[in-house]
T-cell receptor, first 117, second 111 residues
Framework: DTAVSQTPKYLVTQMGNDKSIKCEQNLGHDTMYWYKQDSKKFLKIMFSYNNKELIINETVPNRFSPKSPDKAHLNLHINSLELGDSAVYFC????????????????FGPGTRLTVT | KQEVTQIPAALSVPEGENLVLNCSFTDSAIYNLQWFRQDPGKGLTSLLLIQSSQREQTSGRLNASLDKSSGRSTLYIAASQPGDSATYLCAVKTGANNLFFGTGTRLTVIP
């Protein structure tokens, strides 16, 4: 069974549309993340959720809104898509919380390649 | 703010060679350092995790070292194989569960 899964794998859409990317982990982890990988392959964290609560919100336009219905899911909704949103988006999870000081590794999903035309 | 740099950006070696990938970071206050592999069009696979109190970790033909005081880590790959061709990323973990990634080294192992 896949530990961290994302859907869809590919997403092609037009500017101005609203879309969502779903992420699910079956590892029982407390913390989930969204990363964006740009055309230069540089990964940047966007959001981090611990037990359904937002912990990290880096400099991300408010058109991006994460939703965590439960601990195992962290979905990413994007409003009014722009050309610059084209990238690969990775979801990840880890068993540690942000205040625990514990040091566990993160497990990544396969990524969702978003293309905005 | 933490900055992670990887050198070289790309590397081509003949099959069988031993090689070293380098990673440097600016803030030594890290919890751990993780090496990942990324295959074209695919997600990240975690290779090795070194805690801040450790000096190295080994897994098969891979050996990662960490010198926290100097802000450096190396990934040593022994007896390289064509299947090792991929982009290798290092990432350091700071507080608040944040991972800072380097830009990666694209490795090509020539049969």
């Amino acid at each position: 069974d896949t530990a961290v899964s994302q859907t869809p794998k590919y997403l092609v859409t037009q500017m101005g549309n609203d879309k969502s990317i779903k992420c699910e982990q079956n590892l029982g982890h407390d913390t989930m993340y969204w990363y964006k990988q740009d055309s230069k392959k540089f990964l940047k964290i966007m959001f981090s959720y611990n037990n359904k609560e937002l912990i990290i919100n880096e400099t991300v336009p408010n058109r991006f809104s994460p939703k965590s219905p439960d601990k195992a899911h962290l979905n990413l909704h994007i409003n009014s898509l722009e050309l610059g949103d084209s990238a690969v988006y990775f979801c990840a999870s880890s068993p540690s919380g942000p205040t625990s000081g514990r040091i566990y590794e993160q497990y990544f999903g396969p990524g969702t390649r978003l293309t905005v035309t | 703010k933490q900055e992670v740099t990887q050198i070289p950006a790309a590397l081509s070696v003949p099959e069988g060679e031993n090689l070293v990938l380098n990673c440097s970071f600016t803030d030594s206050a890290i919890y751990n350092l993780q090496w990942f592999r990324q295959d074209p069009g695919k997600g990240l696979t975690s290779l090795l995790l070194i805690q801040s109190s450790q000096r190295e970790q080994t897994s098969g033909r891979l050996n990662a070292s960490l010198d926290k005081s100097s802000g450096r880590s190396t990934l040593y790959i022994a007896a390289s194989q064509p299947g090792d061709s991929a982009t290798y990323l290092c990432a350091v973990k700071t507080g608040a569960n944040n991972l800072f990634f380097g830009t990666g080294t694209r490795l090509t192992v020539i049969p």
